[in-house]
Structures are given as structure tokens and as C-alpha cells.
């Protein structure tokens, strides 16, 4: 299709509705197994083949594609438009990159539904990608000047002079989980939060072992079906463990935390390094009808917080308990007026962190200024077909399989529905990141 045949955008005075048509993802995979040689550009151009295949997208002229990575090596400069041009896309679909640590994804859906609502596109993509198991390993400080310096060198003499330094300057980064205001790692500042909300060892396993039977579930049912494209031998993310139980879980020992004392959290109740790429659909409802699709849910709004974790202010993932509240203001909804909550499982205590927070009147009126609690949820609507624990975490990739996912399980539930009671089914998302950053939404069938 070429660019007199576009979806590109439609002007209105108004904000128009978004409709989620649906996702694809290839399996999560855990760190240097079965992606441990497939790159950044590889996995995202396979989750992007695949959701053109499944939507009949071949030749099509998208929006924007919009997606990012969080460890991008120097090649991945322009990442998601080599993904477009790898794909069987239309060439002059355009695309960008974003990054906003763990919450890329879902910030890339964000930014696509934006430009929807706006009229500025008619349909978009939005996803990401992550390899740990390729990380951008980069020269030393000393190493990289002298190569620069030898680069810029005038004469042989001074050229000479340089590469006689470089084995004294030879050296490698490579990269490390831990925030750089800080020197701690997401773990050890979740760690932190943990011990002081007194979230215990039992709640956490709990938790863990809940996601994987609910993603387990899924799996066996089907409900993956038109979500996952197999990729390099994966069928199923590989972190999934059918069998988990709280008696193997109690055999692991803490791994964060450790030096304090009193340590909860180990490598069973806490996300793996992960491998793996996703991206969503989204749409116009006239485009949608136009090519005889049906939304699966519209999305509705979204809210990004930070916190003052730096100072000792606030827990480091404690974020999205900013967003959560704002995000309900401005929609006139309370927190209880959700039939699913997807609240990505980074850790088992960071989830139940934010349920203890949105649960205490102390912290919602000392921390977020409100004049009550939130308060409590029903926890049989949480993650009920598994999430991050379950899956794995490839960081940026996590967003659009969160997002898909939910729109998926809010159209099924609509579908199922004896009597239409006249509201929208409604789900939250929220987010934590890296940077004392999360990000909220809300999305409706």
C-alpha cells in the first residue's frame, strides 16, 4: 500500500474513542536460555510479524508504530522503525522509540492512544522489547577517550602514542541493576519497603504461586491462543511453572535484603531477568469497522506519578499509589469500581505494598493527600490469568502484554455476561518502574 493509501490520521474537534484490538507477544523467555543469541530488533520484528498477520495488516499504512527498549545497544538507535521496515508493513509507516524503564510498554500504548483520541491517527501499534541476555556491554571511560582521541589524532606520531596506551586502558561496563542516584538495586530498595510495611514471606509465595496457576489455567484453556506467536522453540514462557507450590517456594533462601535482617524475598516471589517482545493494536472504531474488526475493550486514560525515593521520601516502586488516585479523580470512579486489576507483579511485595498503602488511611492521607483510604479490593479480581512472576519480565515488553491481556479478559467477561447491567466492564493497570516512576490506566469493554 503506498502513501495515497494511509491510516494515518482523520481531523475531528473531538476526542474519539480508542478501541484495543487485540496483541501478540512471543513466550517470555528467562535470561540466556532460549533467546540468549536473538537481539533486540530480532524479537520485536517477530511480535510485530506476528500481530500483522493475525489483523491481515500486509501493505497497510499504520499511524505510527511506537515501542522502545530499555537495554538498547548502540545499534538500536532507531529500533522500532527497523522493526516496521522488517515487518511486512507498508514502508511508509512510521515509527518511534520511547523509554520509560519498566513501564515503555505501556507508555508506547499511552502515546498511540493519544494520537488516536486526537485524530492524528487512525490506527497505531505500541509495544516493546527486551533482552537480558544481550545486554549493551560498553567500553571503559579510559578505554572510550582513547579511542576517541585516536580518532580524532592528526599525525602517525600522535596515533602511535594512543595505541601504546590502550592496553593499559583496556577495560569493559557492563551494565547493573541498580539506580545510579542510590548504588541500590530495585530489589534491595523494594527490600526496604517490604521490612517496613511488614509484608510477610507466607503473603509473598502466596502471591507467586497464585500467578502461576492462574497463568497456567489460561495457557491449558486457551486464552493464549490469539495472544502468543511461537518464537525460536517457545510454545509457553518458559518461567511458567504449573506445579508451584508454597512447599517449594519455603526451600529457596532471601535474596534481597539479607544484610538487614529478616529477609522475605527470594528468586521465587520476585521477577527473573527475562527475554522477550510484545505489542498491541489499536484503532479507531470506524477503522475497525472498516476492516471488520471488533474491539476487544477501549482504553480509556492513564496517569504517570514519581516519588521522591532519592531522599528516603518514598518507596522506590511506590509510584503508581500516586497515579491510582489521580487517574480515579479525574474519572470519578473509586477504586472498587473495577472488575479486574492488573497490577504488574515486578515482585510479589511490591504488589501487595500498594494494596497495603491503598488500604491505610495513614498513607493516603499523610502521603497522597486524600481525605480517606482507598481501600481495600477484591483480591479474586487480581491478575486472574497470571502476570510478571509467572511470565517473566522483560522490562519494556511487560506493558503490552499487560495491556492485551486485559482487554482480552474484559471482552470475554462482557461476552459471557447473563444480563447486561448497562455499565462498561472495567479494568486497572498499573505499573511500577525503575527512576520512582509508575504509570496507571484504565481500560472498559
Known amino acids: 500500500m503506498g502513501p495515497e493509501h494511509s491510516s494515518a490520521h482523520s481531523t475531528t474537534g473531538t476526542r474519539r474513542r480508542v478501541a484495543v484490538l487485540g496483541g501478540n507477544r512471543i513466550p517470555f523467555a528467562r535470561a540466556d536460555r532460549a533467546y540468549a543469541e536473538a537481539s533486540n530488533q530480532d524479537m520485536f520484528t517477530a511480535a510485530l510479524a506476528g500481530l500483522v498477520d493475525r489483523f491481515s495488516l500486509a501493505g497497510e499504512r499504520l499511524g505510527a508504530v511506537i515501542g522502545g527498549a530499555v537495554l538498547k545497544h548502540s545499534r538500536d538507535f532507531n529500533l522500532t ?9 507498508s514502508s511508509y509507516t512510521p515509527a518511534f522509540d520511547i523509554q520509560q524503564a519498566c513501564g515503555t510498554g505501556l507508555q508506547a500504548a499511552v502515546a498511540a492512544a493519544d494520537g488516536i483520541a486526537a485524530g492524528r491517527y487512525e490506527v497505531a501499534a505500541a509495544g516493546g522489547v527486551d533482552t537480558a541476555s544481550d545486554p549493551p556491554i560498553g567500553l571503559g571511560e579510559e578505554l572510550r577517550r582513547t579511542v576517541l582521541r585516536l580518532r580524532r589524532s592528526a599525525s602517525n606520531v600522535e596515533r602511535l602514542k594512543l595505541v601504546g596506551k590502550l592496553p593499559a586502558s583496556l577495560g569493559v561496563e557492563i551494565p547493573v541493576n541498580r539506580e545510579p542516584r542510590t548504588g541500590l538495586s530495585m530489589g534491595e530498595h523494594q527490600a526496604i519497603t517490604t521490612k517496613q510495611l511488614g509484608i510477610t514471606r507466607i503473603e509473598q509465595d502466596e502471591l507467586a504461586v497464585a500467578s502461576h496457576r492462574n497463568m497456567a489455567a489460561a495457557y491449558d484453556r486457551g486464552f493464549f491462543d490469539d495472544l502468543v506467536t511461537p518464537f525460536l522453540g517457545l510454545y509457553r514462557d518458559d518461567n511458567l511453572r504449573p506445579d508451584a507450590s508454597m512447599e517449594a517456594l519455603a526451600k529457596l533462601k532471601p535474596v534481597f535484603g539479607v544484610q538487614a535482617g529478616d529477609a522475605t524475598m527470594t528468586a521465587g516471589n520476585s521477577t527473573p531477568l527475562s527475554d522477550g517482545a510484545s505489542v498491541v493494536l489499536l484503532s479507531t472504531e470506524e477503522w475497525a469497522s472498516q476492516h471488520s474488526l471488533t474491539p476487544l475493550a477501549y ?12 531522599n528516603g521520601a518514598d518507596g522506590l516502586l511506590m509510584a503508581p499509589t500516586y497515579a491510582i488516585p489521580r487517574l480515579l479523580a479525574r474519572n470519578g470512579l473509586a477504586l472498587q469500581d473495577f472488575d479486574f486489576y492488573e497490577i504488574h507483579e515486578a515482585f510479589a511485595s511490591v504488589v501487595l505494598a500498594h494494596l497495603k498503602a491503598m488500604e491505610s488511611e495513614e498513607y493516603c492521607k499523610g502521603r497522597l493527600g ?6 481495600p479490593i477484591d483480591r479474586s479480581r487480581l491478575n486472574v490469568n497470571g502476570s510478571s512472576l509467572a511470565a517473566g519480565h522483560p522490562f519494556a515488553a511487560t506493558g503490552g502484554r499487560i495491556l492485551a491481556q486485559t482487554a482480552k479478559q474484559l471482552a470475554q467477561a462482557r461476552a459471557t455476561q447473563k444480563t447486561s447491567t448497562g455499565k462498561p466492564l472495567r479494568a486497572l493497570i498499573s505499573i511500577c518502574a525503575a527512576g520512582g516512576q509508575g504509570v496507571a490506566a484504565i481500560v472498559e469493554a
Do not use: K
Request: hydrophobic content about 55%; proline content about 0%; some cysteine.
Open 81 to 89: 522503525r527497523e522493526c516496521v521496515l522488517g515487518s511486512m508493513l
Open 299 to 310: 482504553f480509556v486514560d492513564a496517569e504517570t506519578a514519581a516519588v521522591d525515593y532519592v
Open 370 to 375: 486524600l481525605d480517606a483510604a482507598l481501600g
